[in-house]
């Protein structure tokens, strides 16, 4: 019944701006007016259009899908930028994890957790994800790994080294990386068949759409990217050349604001050149296996790979302010931990820096915070319930929202499962301590059938490390989905 009321104009006049301030003033003071009735409508009757937004913004985020079918007033509303412009003042933002999954050998599928309501959203494809059927026989045959957003293969990475400029020319599109920044995703570069990509798309979740944005100044793919003080940074990858595929050192950031990529100091690379004979310098090739945003700068770990090994060898920082690079701490890259093929994921949560060693014993890994004062990388939780999946690209993902670490992996069903760590506040770096102790036990008694498939995998047989409760350790499953064979391949969090 609301909905027949509403209508909003379809077009927009560009008046001076002296016509232009006068018409605001006009409109504000009709909206303001709870008498003025004209051709324009209000969004709710009786109420001045400000109060009507001030509710509007108040609203579960989870609710628009529904309220912009109200009517075409109240879908203008919902997808303008001054309501969520609204709700940054109001303080009722809600952060949303956006996981980004590969079905098949091609086919790229973005999906969205309200982590409050535990309901999820798919979106929309991203555009020109399309391959052609030549490069899916020459894929499937030759059954190579690729390596998407922030995943690396091993076999896909040296082998792109090795293999025939007229097999690279057929390869499909992959090594897309993934960033967010000012509330929406960004999906940057990667290979269209041989050719590394300038191409930027940008999902703007307040329309529920992609648009293409300015391009990178440079084709890469395998690229690492963060945020940090409101823009995206790009470093390293690597792009096509005559012998193969040529690692990149290069780096660019790319400001939201103005649209605009702008080039930064490349990576200097400094442990890659101390290589004692020029034999190995040409064999081993520097690539950047991470990158997070920490204490206000930039931490790149770094590896040297040569098939079918890797050298780990520190990493550097970037500061934005002396735009200068630095090398990083030798405990904190030697220790940082690795995933597949050297990737180091890593997440920030309340200041600290956590990353997951996967190499426990099993189907368990071990949660690890760098402490800076000692410069090393202390274990802060074990038994972290993952399963070794061998054939995916990401057995498990990082993400920190609503003040918590969590790991996105699957369960024995193979649905996909997000896990909530907590982590007691007063624990500090240099203690370990149980994730399965007896009160996560009575916990699980009580919990589904769902949240019991961690018994598979942290075996409760075993004598727990005797703790206080409130050193307790504790893993909850906010939210699972079954995306059958669905492989993990990334995931981000924006606050909107």
Known sequence: MMGSLLSLPSTKIQPSSHIENSSAETSKRLRMSSSYIGEIPRLIPSLPDEISLQILARLPRIWYLNVKMVSRSWKAAITSPEIYQLRKDLRTTEEWLYILTKVGEDELLWHALDPISRKWQKLPPIPNFVYEEESKRVFSAIRAWNMVGSTIKIADFIRSWLRPKDELDRLPFCGCTIGAVDGCLYVLGGFSRASAMKTVWK?????????????????????KTCMLNGKLYVVGGVSRSRGGL????????????????????????????VLPTAFLAEMLKPIATGMTSYRGRLYVPQSLYSWPFFVDVGGEIFDPETNTWAEMPAGMGEGWPAKQAGTKLSVVVGGELYALDPSGFGDSGKIKMYDQQTDSWKVVMEKVPIRDFI?????????????????????VDNDIVILQAEIPNHVSPTQTSSSWTSSSSSSL?????????????ASLNEEPIP????ETDMWNIIASKNLETAELVSCQVLNI
């Open 246 to 273: 040529a690692p990149l050192q290069s780096a660019e950031v790319y400001d939201p604001r103005t649209g605009l990529w702008t080039q930064v100091p490349s990576m200097p690379f400094s442990n890659s050149q």
């Open 445 to 457: 008694a009580n919990s589904s059938s769902m949240d019991r498939f961690l018994l598979s995998s």
């Open 203 to 223: 999902y703007d979740p307040c329309q529920n759409m992609w648009q293409e944005v300015m391009s990178m100044t440079i084709g890469r793919a395998y690229s």
């Open 467 to 470: 703790l206080s409760e409130a």
């Open 391 to 411: 054939n995916d690209e990401s057995p498990y993902l990082l993400a920190g929202f609503l003040g918590k670490l969590h790991v996105i992996t699957r369960g």
